[in-house]
């Protein structure tokens, strides 16, 4: 009786050569089909699109692509926080941090 991998259709068989010659099977799940996320929250972006060149497949705002609008708006309004001094950088969120970084310097 052969284990679960080799009759899963999730697991992928992949055979290697390995250093001493002789040649061996592997078994390596494979990666889902799962769209681009938000950096920040995680949930799906749904404007960008795996089809088409790169500048029609995300949006053109600032971390288009890469943040969902939500978290997008948080880290501009807290960017523009930081930049009239209302705020200092170590005051931000640092989940947000390294995003209003980007948009400061
Ligand atoms: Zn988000």
Same mark, same amino acid.
């Given at each position: 009786?052969?284990?679960?991998?080799?009759?899963?259709?999730?697991? #992928?068989? @992949?055979? &290697?050569?390995? %250093?001493?010659?002789?040649? =061996?099977?592997?078994?390596?799940?494979?990666?889902?089909?799962?769209?681009?996320?938000?950096?920040?929250?995680?949930?799906?972006? #749904?404007? @960008?699109? &795996?089809?088409? %060149?790169?500048?029609?497949? =995300?949006?053109?705002?600032i971390?288009?692509?890469?943040?969902?609008?939500?978290?997008q708006s948080?880290v501009v309004v807290e960017a523009t926080? @930081?930049?009239?001094?209302?705020?200092?950088?170590?005051?931000?969120?640092?989940?947000?941090?390294?995003?209003?970084?980007?948009i400061?310097?």
């Amino acid at each position: 009786m052969k284990g679960t991998k080799t009759r899963s259709t999730s697991a #992928r068989l @992949v055979k &290697r050569r390995v %250093p001493s010659g002789e040649s =061996r099977e592997y078994y390596y799940h494979r990666k889902g089909k799962g769209g681009a996320s938000c950096a920040i929250c995680k949930c799906a972006l #749904r404007a @960008v699109t &795996r089809k088409g %060149p790169k500048s029609s497949k =995300r949006p053109g705002r600032i971390f288009g692509g890469m943040l969902c609008p939500t978290c997008q708006s948080i880290v501009v309004v807290e960017a523009t926080r @930081v930049k009239d001094k209302a705020k200092t950088l170590e005051d931000v969120d640092i989940i947000y941090r390294s995003y209003v970084q980007g948009i400061v310097k």
